[in-house]
C-alpha cells in the first residue's frame, strides 16, 4: 500500500498570505495525485487532479506542482472562505489512499 | 449539475447487516466508474470499494474485503454498498464519490453529503 504522508498538521495564514502544502508518498506515483477541500460537515471537494491540473470551477489562486514522491499545494492571496483541512491522494495504484490531512486555520 | 444523494445509514449492531445506496442525476452514469469512502469521526478519508461503469471490474480495501459488495444499476442510476459482518470499526460517514474516469481508480471529482454508518451494541 502507497503510503500518503502530509505536512504541516495544522497551518495558521493571515488573509491575503500564501499557504504551501506539502504531501508525501512512500514510493512514486507519477503524477496521478489529487487534493481535495474539507470543510466542516460537508463532503471533500476536488481541487486539483493530476498533480496540477485544477478541477472545473477552482480558482486560479489554488496550483498543484510536483511528481513522483512529493507534491505540493499552493493557495496564493488566501481568502476567509479557504479554511478547512486538505487532503493529497494517490491513484497510481490500488489502494486508492489519501494523506492525513492538512488544517488551514484563518489567523 | 452532478448531484450524489447516499441512503441507508443507521445504528445497527455489531455482526449486522446494512445495504447503502446512493442515486446519482445530473451526468452519464453509465459512463463512468464510482467508488464509495469512509471517513470515521476525526479520521483521514479511507477508499472502501470502486466499480467499473458496466458493473466491473470490482476492488475492495483490504479491510472490507470479503464483507462488503459493490453494485450499480445502469437502468436506474444507482449505486449500492452492501455490508456484512459489520465490526464496531466500519462506523464512519460513507460517500459516494465519481470517478472521472469508466474504468479503474482515479480522481473523484463529485461526492455525495454522506450516510452516517454507527455500529455498536
Redesign the interface.
Known sequence: EIVMTQSPATLSVSPGERATLSCWASQSVDS?L?W?Q?KPG?????LI??ASTR??GIPARFSGSGSGTDFTLTINSLQPEDFGVY?C?Q?ED????????TKVEIK | EVQLLESGGGLVQPGGSLRLSCAASGFNFHNYAMNWVRQAPGKRLEWVSNIGNSGGPTFYADSVKGRFTITRDNVNNRLYLQMHSLRVEDTAIYYCAKDSRSIGGHDLDSWGQGTLVTVSS
Do not use: N
Open positions: 496521478d489529487g481535495y474539507q460537508q463532503a471533500p471537494r476536488l487532479y493530476g478541477a472545473t487532503y491522494q491513484y490500488w489502494p486508492l489512499t489519501f494523506g492525513g490531512g
